[in-house]
Structure formats: C-alpha cells, structure tokens
C-alpha cells in the first residue's frame, strides 16, 4: 500500500502521479521473475506456456495422480496407471501400451535402462520385485538386489535410474537404497536421519517427492515441514522452503524434478501451482493455479522434465498428465 505524505512542490506531485513507488517496482519485478528477492541481481525470466494433454487417438486420456517418467535419451514418456504402462512419443500421443496382461502383482514405478530395456518395479506375494522387460514390453528376467546388509529391508514404491545407479525409495520410511545397474548393494541411506532435531521429532515427517538430478544429488521434499532438500554427492545437507500462500511458498509440497539449466521444479497440492527455483534456491516463477482452463492445474503430484525441457505434471480430477514448455530469456 502506497503511503500518502503532502508533497512538497508541484514537481514532486507530478513525478507521484507518474512514476511508481520503489516498492512497487520491486514487487513488480519479483513477481515476474525478473528478480530475485535479495539477490541484488538481475535473473532471467522463466515461464512456461500450456501445449497438451497426453492423449490417444481418441483425445485426452483421463487420470487421476499418475506415475510420470520420461526417458531423455529416446524422447519417450512412460506413464504409469493401474498396472497398465503407456508410452508416449514427443508429441503427446501415445504409441503403445502394455501391463494389463503381466503377472507382476502390483506394479509401482517404471524406468528405461541405457539400452532400452524397461524396468519395472512391483510388489507381489509380500515381496518386492524387480522386472527388466524388452522394449515391447515382454518380460526377460528378473534384476537381484544382492549384498543387502543385514537389517536394511527392501521394500520401495519409487525407483530412480540415473547415472549408472538404480535409486530405491520407500517414501514413507524415508529410506533409500542405492544400488549399481546390476542390483548390487552401493548406500543405505535414512533420509530424515540426516535433518535437524527439531525437524526428525514432527509428526508426519516423511518424503512425498523424490529425484536425482544429473550431478547425482538427491532431491526431495517433506510436506509437514514445507521444505526442499538437496543432498550433494559429499552428502552435504541444504534446505529451502516457507510455508504461505504467496508466490514461492509452500502450502503441501509434493512431487520434484530438475530442468536441463539445473533449475528446480515443484508442486504444490494445496496451492495448485507448479513453482520454478534455480540452483541457488531463488524464486524464479510459477505456473498453474487452480482452474477449468488447460492451462490450469488441479491437486499437482508427480512432474517430470525433458530433455527439451518440457514439463510433465500429473494431476486429480481426472484431467490426466498436462504439458508445459519452460522458456527463458
């Protein structure tokens, strides 16, 4: 709000009646993501522009709270559905499928190794399991987690494929076991055991989102304390995050994924927006809201970025998996 003082001369009303405050003019530049607040430099601008919806032939495929991976080196994306996987080519239609006719029991994440072969995470017979299939889909074998310390439980509902390493998360006990791309133990590694105190003593702490990004740090988020966390390869800690309804701020905080540039994307469930910060944890913009328009997001949970950087976001209200172009100048 503009504060009213008398103004000391005919100049100086004229110069108010035609030039902002400074305060405005900040704002203005932080909201569209011309600045950063408290950089005290100048960050290019970031948005991001509606394309599609993931569709078949015939239109829109419409899902609620899919699994999204997105496979950089062949330009494809998977997405996962009810034990059904569908592929999807660049431009949003899809090009196969396959799933329903596998005895996998419960199938909960997909990745593509670095020769094509498709992995398929599943829990069956109190057990979990681990699937390498061909490009078409037909299973050929099974992977092995071997040399599994004693105590260490495998049981994830997340698998990440990056760098040669095969990252296996179970969100809920914020574990995760880090093995080479033949399932031979690498890391065990507790992820709130390496917050603070204070934050490992609230109640309902446990991961909700969950990346590596190329560098091979792991990115994830904890809703209950509205914050992103990084964990470098040295294991160093870094956190960011503030609870609030303004730009930038956290209201749950769900799925994470990294862009080409390094720049982190967020959602945001409650707040139904998807939120952009580079590598330094400054705020550079967000996009979404809650709306009917294609434009629009509702209840955001797992993203995904391409390798032309082209955002994946899966949502509720069966409105399926939208896609975003980032563009920046």
């Known amino acids: 709000m503009t504060e009213h003082r008398a103004p000391r001369g005919a100049c100086h009303a004229a110069r108010s009646r035609t030039r902002p405050p400074r305060r405005v003019l900040l704002l203005l530049l932080v909201a569209t993501g011309w600045l950063a607040i408290g950089a005290g430099t100048v960050l290019a601008r970031v948005g991001a522009t509606y394309l599609y919806t993931l569709s078949d032939f015939g239109g829109r495929l419409r899902y609620n709270w899919v699994r999204v991976y997105v496979d950089r080196e062949r330009n494809e994306t998977y997405v996962l559905y009810q034990n059904l996987i569908r592929i999807f080519n660049p431009s949003g239609m899809e090009i196969f499928s396959f799933g329903d006719d596998l005895d996998l029991g419960q199938v909960l994440d997909t990745a593509v190794d670095r020769n094509g072969d498709v992995l398929l995470l ?11 299939c061909n490009y078409r ?40 076991i880090v093995t080479d791309a033949a399932g031979a133990f690498r890391e ?3 992820l709130l055991a390496l917050l603070d105190a204070d934050d490992r003593q609230k109640g309902g702490a446990e991961l909700m989102g969950f990346t590596v990004n190329g560098e091979g740090s792991l990115l994830f988020t904890v809703p209950v304390l509205f914050k ?21 701020r956290f209201g749950v905080v769900a799925g994470i994924t990294s862009d080409t540039k390094g720049n982190l994307l967020v959602t945001d469930k ?5 939120m952009v910060f580079d590598k330094d944890f400054k705020f550079l913009t967000e996009f979404g809201y809650r709306g009917g328009k294609p434009e629009n997001l509702i209840v ?25 172009a980032l563009t920046s100048d």
């Open 122 to 132: 599943s829990f069956k017979d109190s057990r979990s399991l681990v699937t390498r």
């Open 270 to 274: 409650l707040r139904c927006v998807v």
């Open 228 to 248: 992103v966390f990084k964990l470098a390869p040295d294991r160093t800690l870094t956190s960011f995050g503030r609870s609030g309804s303004a730009p930038g």
């Open 137 to 176: 889909g037909v299973p050929i074998g099974t992977l092995p987690i071997t040399n599994l310390p004693a105590g260490v439980a495998f049981g994830p509902n997340r698998m990440i494929l990056q760098n040669g390493l095969i990252y296996f998360v179970t969100l809920n006990a914020s574990s995760v």
């Open 188 to 190: 065990h590694l507790d």
């Open 300 to 324: 955001p949970d797992d993203i995904a970025v391409d390798q032309r950087d082209r955002v994946y976001v899966s949502q509720g209200r069966t409105r399926g998996v939208s896609v975003f």
